[in-house]
């Protein structure tokens, strides 16, 4: 299994800020994953953190709105940049561990723009 | 594009009766998972299914997969109000998962 903790918690934020998210795991993962969970929906994979190399994103999101960084085996963080309210959503971190198990998430960021 | 579909999306249950959760996928997946998120909080593991036909079970809830059918289900057994979530199937696509759009339990007495 794998412990995960992401940084800040919640936020409230002004639009046109940006808010760095972080996402610390208490061992070693190849796959690390952030998600988007706009209110009452299901969750939608933002982009995969890949370490030592750019992050690879899904349709619809790209580096500029959303840079990854994943400098270790254990670390990654999200910035969402340039806000608006439309950005207003729960951002997960997500790993997985090994081939046989499951994906964990982390408690998740719970971020609003005004 | 693999799309995945859960329904019903709502269900209200009474204490003790039975009810199925259908997770609909629409081209092959390696394998499918299960995820219960209560309000507020992030999403709970419950179930990972790795194979066609493979059933795992834990207290009331029993899931399983038919990957020719590209379904799985999960089964409640006589609901009981500590049930009451959204669940979530979600089926993988390469490394990445595809959730469905949950479905929100409430068991009532």
């Known amino acids: 299994s794998a412990v995960i903790s992401q940084k800040p918690s919640r936020d409230i934020c002004q639009r046109g800020t940006s808010l760095t998210i972080q996402c610390q795991v208490d061992?070693?993962?190849?796959?690390m994953f952030w998600y988007r969970q706009q209110p009452g929906q299901s969750l939608t994979l933002i982009a995969t953190a890949n370490q030592g190399s750019e992050a690879t994103y899904e349709s619809g999101f790209v580096i500029d709105k959303f840079p990854i960084s994943r400098p270790n085996l254990t670390f990654s963080t999200l910035t969402v940049s340039n806000m608006s309210p439309e950005d207003s959503s729960i951002y997960l971190c997500?790993?997985?561990?090994?081939?046989?198990?499951?994906?964990?998430f982390g408690p998740g960021t719970r971020l609003l723009v005004l | 594009e693999l799309k995945v579909e859960q329904n019903p999306l709502f269900l209200s249950m009474q204490e003790g009766k039975n009810y199925t959760i259908y997770c609909n996928y629409s081209?092959?997946?390696?394998?499918l998972y299960w995820y219960r998120q209560d309000p507020g909080k992030s999403l709970e593991s419950l179930f990972v299914l790795l194979s066609n036909g493979a059933v795992k079970q834990e207290g009331r809830l029993m899931a399983s997969l038919d990957t020719k059918a590209r379904l799985s289900t999960l089964h409640i057994t006589a609901a009981v109000h500590d049930l009451s979530a959204t669940y979530f199937c979600a089926a993988q696509a390469g490394t990445a998962l595809i959730f469905g759009k949950g479905t929100t339990l409430s068991v009532s007495s």
């Open positions: 997500s790993v997985a561990t090994g081939s046989q198990e499951t994906q964990y």
């Open positions: 061992s070693q993962v190849t796959m």
């Open positions: 081209t092959t997946s390696d394998r």
